[in-house]
């Protein structure tokens, strides 16, 4: 097996670390690991393969000899710095938004569109946004048996799709509601405890931002620009797991038995059938630390001819950030 | 102005509770308050209109002289008694599922169908479900103007729509979880805290026994057994306050600012349209304690035409349940 210099660039935000831990976990052929960060964190030593890793600042020697860079730092930075990177020889898999909808760039998700990584001109794969990930791993098999023509998706997405300030955040205001004080936000727009907070960072024609990825980045990667996404993204009280209601309707004849079928065998699926038995349909905290998508509350829509409901929870920072890419990775 | 002696059922219940000051805060036209509920409770003070009154067992005699009996305790309970308090006289407003599809008994929103309230053979009124009532009084000025084909909601439904041990359970595992401890679910089928469990008690065709409320009544309140509904109903770590993010497609031309202008004025809803603003969308902590259907993100589907997108909140305890079954007294 061909030993890979990595590099993790943002190797102490939320995701960074995942990737560490995601890197160890699946014994990635590794001959040498450099954590990146900015100047600020430099010389933190991050737990690696039962050692530590010392955090280096990020400049423009960093990928000197490396193969593969994670990046994981936000958008910025990664306009910035992944053509650096690629200069210097590294394919770069980016997390952030920066690069995902640019046409020289494939946006990738292993079991559902493989091939599209080895088409890179920039020397850029980019890694989608969580909500993202978890649909289109759950609807590629419907999709590529009865062609899907409309998906209307709502969200309940937790604090660590923000990073760890927003964890940070909820923690700290369950314990300020339990001294009695009031909470003070910082993150979100209003207390998170508690609370169930629409998504706020504006897109367009009353969109949000992450609702507008989900519907460019669901075309992209599924290939098909024909396809309607109708999306509503909202943040709940849970420090890691995002889960979604999904209606979705058919081109051609499509059956909850049919998608149970298909999901069953499905890449990455773990499909849950044991409905209405205590808890037996997934929940964001069974999901949170493992790597498949759970899929459940399979059934037929009560109206409308061809067209199937369902329940998707993932981990938004293992299946919808750093594993992807660390999977990304594996089959470049 | 005629005076009434109410009876409320299940006064001690969280919704119970909320029925007294609901009348208090009203200033129901009241010569007499009776709090009856199971003789468990019997002697139990609750406070009433600056001073307390007496909770009494309930039994045959129980409604001797009563006006209104405003029902809260449950489906069986009414099955049992609310026919006992319509013979002895008493118009009984019931928040239990007991009587709500039944054709001899009408199911009222007083924004939405207060004429129903009149034709009532059995000498019973049906309160709707809280996640129905609070959809149907943001969708009927649409209907009216246009005829709605098709629904699809997803909720977020809080915590006390299940009662008092409900929210007592969240609470508890808050502080089991601050104390490092291990939640034990029991109401719910998982742990609630920092988690989200979708709707567990089964209906049929893989839908929960609440989502199909959600259809029965949607129809049977706007009067229209053709309107497709399909519902997805969730519980989050919410003490009140449910939130709906809701997909609506029309049969004649609809778009988001006809839609934002007929909710401007529509009865008992507070359209907000400070999208963006921080905090400027509806949460269901702002609404918990407030009379107002709450409305906000009205937006044009981006692929379906007639189509609107929302996001509903209200107290559910309150225009969700007490607040409408007072409402619907007062319209005697």
């Known amino acids: 097996?061909?030993?890979?210099?990595?590099?993790?660039?943002?190797?102490?935000?939320?995701?960074?670390r995942e990737m560490l831990r995601t890197l160890e976990k699946r014994r990635f052929p590794l001959s040498r690991l450099v954590a990146l960060a900015s100047p600020r964190s430099a010389g933190v030593e991050l737990p690696f393969a039962g050692g530590k890793v010392q955090v280096q600042a990020l400049g423009p020697g960093s990928f000197r000899g490396v193969d593969v860079a994670l990046f994981s730092a936000g958008a910025?930075?990664?306009?910035?710095?992944?053509?650096?990177?690629?200069?210097?020889?590294?394919?770069?898999?980016?997390n952030s938004s920066a690069w995902r909808m640019d046409d020289q760039v494939p946006l990738v998700v292993p079991e559902v569109n493989p091939g599209a990584a080895a088409n890179r001109p920039r020397g850029i794969i980019a890694n989608p946004n969580c909500s993202t990930i978890q649909l289109?791993?759950?609807?590629?098999?419907?999709?590529?048996?009865?062609?899907?023509?409309?998906?209307?998706?709502?969200t309940y997405q937790a604090t660590s799709g923000k990073g760890h300030a927003a964890v940070e955040e909820l923690h700290a205001q369950l314990r300020q509601l339990a001294a009695g004080e009031s909470p003070t936000p910082s993150v979100f727009p209003g207390q998170i405890a508690l609370n169930v907070i629409s998504d706020w960072k504006p897109g367009r024609d009353g969109y949000s931002e992450e609702e507008l990825k989900m519907v460019n980045e669901t075309r992209k990667i599924l290939g098909d620009a024909s396809i309607g996404v109708t999306?509503?993204?909202?943040?709940?009280?849970?420090?890691?797991?995002?889960?979604?209601?999904?209606?979705?309707?058919?081109?051609?004849?499509?059956s909850a038995a049919r998608a149970k079928e298909l999901l069953r065998s499905a890449p990455g699926v773990e499909l849950r059938e044991g409905d209405y038995a205590p808890g037996g349909e997934p929940q964001p905290l069974q999901a949170a630390g493992r790597d498949a998508v759970f899929v459940g509350r399979v059934r037929d829509d009560l109206c409308v001819p061809n067209a199937i409901n369902l329940w998707v929870v993932?981990?938004?920072?293992?299946?919808?950030?750093?594993l992807n890419a660390v999977q990304i990775a594996e089959i470049l």
């Open 231 to 254: 999306p509503t993204c909202v943040r709940v009280p849970v420090e890691t797991g995002h889960s979604e209601s999904v209606h979705v309707r058919f081109r051609e004849p499509m």
């Open 314 to 322: 993932a981990d938004n920072l293992l299946k919808g950030a750093a």
């Open 76 to 94: 910025g930075p990664s306009r910035e710095w992944a053509p650096v990177a690629a200069a210097a020889g590294a394919v770069v898999i980016d």
């Open 136 to 154: 289109v791993v759950a609807l590629q098999p419907l999709h590529a048996a009865a062609h899907i023509e409309h998906i209307v998706v709502s």
């Open 1 to 16: 097996m061909v030993e890979r210099v990595v590099a993790v660039v943002g190797a102490t935000g939320a995701v960074g």
